[in-house]
């Protein structure tokens, strides 16, 4: 759901269509990956940032461009959407200045985020945080996911 909320945030918030669209994921955990199968499979073309050498290799293995985080720097101007899922501060002003003023970043980290939204906001630059995207762009099936992990976490309860 969170996946599937995000891309569908980003179809309501430009004015393109995601296929064609430069696309850059940051992080290639759960969230990362799911997202990327799903802009990849709409048409997008699909960058990854990962630091794990292990991750690394799985992005070029599933046909999508890799960046290693210490050239993040060198693509940010290219993209037209930028997705978070790093918890932590990635996106600060150093590296805002770099992205064009038409980009749309879409942060689904938990809070704080992974973006200095506040200098996002005085560069011109639309930031958004989605939080809570599976219970409002899918709530039926966030509760079934949320129920079966309870029930996983209770088989192992003392």
Same mark, same amino acid.
Do not use: F, H, M, Q
């Given at each position: 759901p969170s996946a599937e909320g995000a891309v569908q945030k980003a179809m309501e918030m430009t004015d393109i269509t995601i296929h064609g @669209? &430069?696309? !850059?994921? !940051?992080g290639y955990g759960r969230l $990362?990956?799911?997202? /990327?199968r799903i802009l990849k499979g709409i048409g997008a073309n699909v960058m990854i940032e990962a630091r794990n050498n292990k991750d690394l290799?799985? %992005? *070029?293995?599933? $046909? *999508? +461009? !890799?960046?290693? =985080?210490?050239? =993040? &720097?060198?693509?940010l101007h290219m993209q037209? %959407?930028?997705f978070n899922? %790093?918890? *932590?501060?990635?996106? &600060? +002003? #150093?590296?805002?200045? #770099?992205?064009? +003023?038409d980009t749309l970043i879409i942060d689904l980290a938990s809070y704080p985020g992974g973006v200095d939204f506040e200098a996002a906001k005085g560069l011109g630059i639309t930031a958004s945080l989605e939080l809570g995207l599976?219970?409002?762009? @899918?709530?039926?099936? /966030? @509760?079934k996911i949320v129920y079966a992990r309870i029930k996983?976490?209770?088989k192992t309860w003392p």
């Open positions: @669209a &430069d696309v !850059l994921v !940051l $990362g990956k799911c997202l /990327a290799t799985w %992005i *070029y293995e599933n $046909g *999508y +461009k !890799l960046i290693p =985080l210490e050239e =993040l &720097d060198t693509v037209n %959407i930028i899922t %790093i918890p *932590y501060l990635i996106l &600060d +002003k #150093k590296k805002l200045e #770099k992205v064009r +003023k599976p219970s409002r762009v @899918a709530p039926k099936t /966030a @509760a996983e976490l209770l």
